[in-house]
């Protein structure tokens, strides 16, 4: 059953990050507080009513391939149906595009609140956001007419087409060609593998992206081009021509997100595959890609939110309910009762660990969202904060995708151990999100390439000065609450573990100028890390400062609520700085310190089996 916490959810929104000052911009000053809240209250609406229930038989029947055609489980076409009699997928696609106008902060959360009730399915329309999204600012304005309005109201889908069966991640060893024909048409020949939402019977076309290389461009990502390649040919008028060749080849059968349909295309099998360049520009298509392919990591990262704060929620419930053993303050009287296993200190432990990493990713995912609403409302009014903004929306989105991605996995593995034997059965929920988990850390880049991109692009992005102010923020808070009572330790805690990502960052630019390369990226997953633990342990802090700002004793019910909030918020900011927060220095050290072991070991040292 799929549970959200709208309570941590608004707090998080607007107590903390205070959102809602975005509805002083221009930008988005068609819309309040009170407009945003309804439409997160009809997306929990539709999340715990339409597609929580279709999470479970989705998984268990999953999508068929027959005749060349995929089927969708039972209920798919009715949930798509009314999420866009709804408009919740063009929510933050701007009004002049069709959609919404809505910042993507507030986005941020209706994705989370559909991926947590059903991954698979939110895989479809995910994807058809991003395609149009894509589309909205890189295509021509005939072509955007002519793909983004059957777009934004569910008669087309949308996919991304980069991965190719030899070249799994390397993107510029692509080998779909395009062979021009006239005006910005050409035909297309290639296959594209694991293209997520490949094919389906959701809607009545899907308008692929794909990236081919021009006949005589050069090698590599600097000679790819982007197309639009429908599967029904689409008529200068919006009308539907003919097949467009896009066949079918097969379809995926997978650990997880089984009712999502990972397909194997062929375009142009049979010569008669046509696409149109986007924006009439060739050899741009990794620039123009990258929109799409930023977004996607984003919408992964939250894609780990959502599946990690269900599976949290749903361990609490069952720990609640439980009862095994009786409390260790009796431990030696067998005739105590037995009591709810919440009562236990290493379920305590593993739920306060599990609460304080969903908040915290949560806080993480929509402050970067917030930094990009920002940038995109101050760009004509305030370059200087618009830049600010932008480079901290560069610095995290490695950060989002990476670390949610790989702690979505291992909460989902604390729910399992929550609930002990009945966790490993289908009866409860938790073990099908852990399957569903597994696919956050290897797609939309695996979790090295997105460290990868973090050590080698986003650090040095403009001199540094992105890393320099996330770390002021973080000094500044330190300076202002390092004598705060009850979290004072906590505060200094952190400017210590600051301090300590600043050496890291150093020893990464001493191995670059030493030429030692693989160095580099050997423990860029850890500096990727230490970022993440970093700057959640400021967020959760943070949140400790407001909430125990904001209420006072517990003196009725309504106060008792507010008062155990605010101490729930405290307990998960201390529990993640002494307990997950330490493990920065260990990283720290291991990066420091040099060591080349796992370079250095002869392939034949691993071991002597074949």
């Known amino acids: 059953m799929y549970k959200a916490d709208l309570r941590a959810i608004r707090f998080t929104l ?25 439409i997160i209250d009809q997306c929990f609406r539709f999340a715990t009513e339409v597609t929580g229930p279709l ?120 080998r779909t060609r395009a062979r021009h024909l006239e005006g910005n048409v050409y035909a297309l020949s290639g296959t594209k593998c694991f293209i997520s939402s490949g094919d389906h019977d959701l809607s009545e076309n899907i308008v692929h992206l794909v990236l081919a290389r021009i006949e005589g461009a050069p090698a590599g990502t600097k000679g790819l081009s982007l197309f639009i390649v429908p599967k029904i040919w689409v008529n200068e008028d919006g009308s539907l021509g003919a097949p467009n060749d896009v066949a079918t080849a097969s379809i995926e059968h997978k650990l997880g997100i089984k ?79 037995r009591v709810p296993i919440i009562e236990h200190a290493d379920i305590r432990r593993m739920l306060l660990e599990m609460k304080a990493k969903v908040e915290g990713m949560r ?63 289908q009866d409860h929920p938790v073990e099908q999100y852990l399957r569903d988990a597994k696919i956050f850390s290897i797609y939309e880049g695996t979790n090295h390439i997105q460290a990868l991109d973090l050590v080698a692009r986003k650090l040095q992005s403009r001199g540094g000065e992105n890393l320099t102010a996330f770390l002021k923020e973080i000094g500044g808070f330190v300076a202002e609450h390092g004598a705060r009572p009850g979290l004072a330790a906590e505060v200094r805690a952190l400017g210590e573990a600051a301090a300590a990502l600043q050496r890291a960052a150093g020893a990464l630019l001493e191995f670059f100028m030493g030429g030692k390369l693989d160095q580099v990226t050997m423990v860029a997953n850890a500096f990727l890390e230490i970022v993440a633990e970093v700057t959640i342990a400021h967020l959760l802090l943070e949140a400790a400062v407001v909430a125990g700002a904001g209420h006072g004793a517990a003196d009725d019910e309504h106060g008792q609520e507010e008062f155990d909030f605010a101490r729930g918020k405290a307990m998960a900011a201390k529990h993640f700085v002494n307990y997950v927060l330490p493990g920065v220095h260990t990283k720290v050290s291991a990066i420091t310190g040099g060591d080349r072991s796992a370079l250095d070991i002869p392939d034949g040292g691993f071991s002597t089996a074949r």
């Open 55 to 174: 999470n479970a038989s989705g998984d268990r029947t999953g999508c068929r391939l027959a005749d060349g055609r995929v089927s969708t489980p039972p209920g798919f076409k009715e949930a798509w149906k009314k999420l866009f009699e709804l408009g919740l997928m063009s929510f933050t696609i701007p009004v002049k595009a069709g959609g919404f106008g809505g910042p993507h902060a507030i986005g941020v959360i209706l994705a989370e609140l559909q991926s947590g009730a059903n991954t698979a399915f939110n895989m479809y329309p995910g994807l058809t956001h991003g395609a149009a999204d894509l589309l909205e600012h890189c295509a021509l304005p005939e072509d955007q007419q002519r793909f983004l309005p059957p777009m934004l109201d569910g008669r087309f889908a949308g996919t991304m087409c980069l991965t190719e069966p030899h070249a799994g991640s390397d993107v510029g060893a692509t």
């Open 259 to 337: 009712a999502s349909a990972t397909a194997v295309l062929n375009f142009g099998e049979n010569g008669r595959c046509r696409g149109i360049l986007v924006g009439g520009r060739p050899h741009e298509g990794m620039r123009q890609m990258f929109r799409m392919m930023n977004g996607a990591r984003i919408a992964v990262g939250v894609q780990g939110i959502a599946v990690a704060s269900a599976a949290y929620l749903n361990a609490l419930a069952y720990a609640r309910e439980r009862l095994q053993g009786s409390s260790v303050r009796h431990f030696k009287d067998p005739t105590a009762p």
């Open 14 to 38: 607007y107590e903390h990050l205070k959102v809602q000052r975005l509805f002083e911009l221009e930008t988005y000053a068609h819309l309040s507080r009170e407009e945003c809240d309804a």
């Open 363 to 425: 806080t993480l995912a929509v402050k970067l969202a917030l930094h990009a609403d920002l940038a995109a409302a101050l760009a004509a009014t305030d370059e200087g904060q618009a830049a600010y903004h932008e480079g901290q929306v560069d610095l995290l989105t490695p950060v989002v995708k990476a670390y949610c991605a790989d702690q979505a996995f291992r909460i989902c593995e604390m729910a399992i151990q929550i609930y002990g034997g009945a966790g490993y059965v």
